[in-house]
C-alpha cells in the first residue's frame, strides 16, 4: 500500500473514530446537540477556521474520489503478479499483438502424441517442467516391449518429440529425459502363433 493511501486511511478512521464518540455522548446524554451545532457555528464564523474547513473538506472529496474510482499501479501490479502465477503453468509468449498461453498439458499432449505413435511402448507418463526462464525439459517413463533397442528408441524418441513441439508451438525443448520402467515380455504363445501365420 502506497504512503498516500495509509494517510488517507488513518485520515478517515480519525474521522469515523470522532462521528463515533459523538454519537455515543449523544446517545446517552452526555452532551446535547446544541452544543455540537454551537461549536460548528463558532469554528465557521471565524474566517481563518472557515478557510481551513473548506480546504481540509475539498481535499477530502478528492481523495475519497481517487479512492473509489482511480486503482494505483501497485494493485495492477498484484493483479499482473495473480495472473502470471495463474500463467505459471505454462509459457507465456508475448509480442506486440498480445499474449499466448501455452499449458504444460499441451505440450504433454504433443509428447504423447509421438510415444503413442511406437508399438513398442506399451505404457507412457509424461511430465513437464517449465522453470523461471520459460526452459522446457520433459520426463517420460516408458513401459517397452522385450525386443526393443533402447538406444534407437532413445535417440528417434527424442528427435521426434523435440521436432513436434518445435512445428506446433514454435518453442524449444530443452531436454527430454527418458526412463525405462520396464521391460514387458511377450508371451512365448503369441509369438508361436504368429510364425505358424
Known sequence: MKIIDKIILNIYSLIILIES???ILLIFGWTKIETIIYIIKDMLSNNIAYNIVFGISVVFIILSIKAMLFKNSRDKIDIETKRKDKMGEGVLIE??????????ETIERLANSVVNTYDNIQDARTKVIIDNKNDITILIELQILQNTVIKDLNANLQSRIKDIIKEATELDVNEVNIKIKNIINIPQKEENDEDEE
Open 21 to 23: 464518540i459523538i454519537v
Open 95 to 104: 509480442n506486440e499483438d498480445g499474449k499466448l498461453l501455452i499449458s504444460k
